[in-house]
């Protein structure tokens, strides 16, 4: 049976391979991960195999271990990356190619529903055509102001609607309408918060 770490075994492993890291590499990049999944990260994690390594952690265990790195090498660089570590981010460290590897972490992007209260990234336009769903859901559509006919026992939308604006919260009426159309109108993925720093020049 494996001996379970206390908080402060966890803290001194964690500064272990973080200050590891900011000494293997020199080059590293602030990832944004909200709303991520962890079989997002993990497919990150496969694809930028082999130079690269991705490391998440709260904030302030991260910031701590930046620190620490900082006062035992005298490297002031790597604390640039501390104002940059709000919200629930990541790091990733490189000896690969900058641009490479942010067109790498750009590829995992996935689906996601509209959920009840989220505030929409982009505008929901529906799309016209066949729902594929019969007559007894045409109070949905009504509640939302969506134009609508009966086509061969099914609810056809007549004209694309906007249905939800960017910046707005989404309702519970159009999360339903949404759900029941299979539509998952936004995606989400890790986003660089910056480019990444290069601490050491090499000439």
């Known amino acids: 049976m494996a001996i379970k770490q206390s908080k402060q075994e ?10 590891k890291l900011l000494d293997l590499y020199s080059q590293v990049l602030v990832v944004a991960a909200d709303n991520v999944g962890s079989n997002q990260l993990q497919n990150i994690r496969k694809g930028l195999r ?4 991705v490391l998440m ?14 006062e035992k090498t005298g490297n002031k660089n790597y604390l640039n990356l501390i104002p940059l570590l709000v919200g629930n981010v990541g790091l990733i460290f490189t000896k ?4 490479e590897v942010s067109e790498e972490v750009a590829k995992y992007k996935v689906g996601a529903p509209a959920r009840v209260g989220l505030v ?11 729902t594929g769903l019969d007559p007894s859901q045409t109070s949905f559509f009504q509640v939302l102001n969506i134009p609508t006919k009966i086509n061969k026992g099914t609810v056809e939308i007549i004209t694309p609607v906007e249905l939800i604006k960017k910046g707005e919260k989404v309702g519970s009426s159009e999360a339903a309408l ?7 109108p936004f995606s989400y993925g890790a986003l660089l918060a910056k480019l990444g720093i290069r601490p050491f020049s090499y000439g």
């Open 10 to 19: 966890k803290k001194v492993v964690y500064d272990q391979k973080l200050c």
């Open 50 to 53: 082999g130079d690269s390594i």
């Open 57 to 70: 952690g709260k904030n302030t265990m991260m910031k701590r271990s930046i620190r620490l790195h900082s």
């Open 96 to 99: 690969g190619d900058l641009k």
């Open 120 to 130: 929409a990234p982009i505008d929901v336009i529906v799309p016209p055509g066949n």
């Open 178 to 184: 949404l759900a029941k159309l299979g539509i998952r």
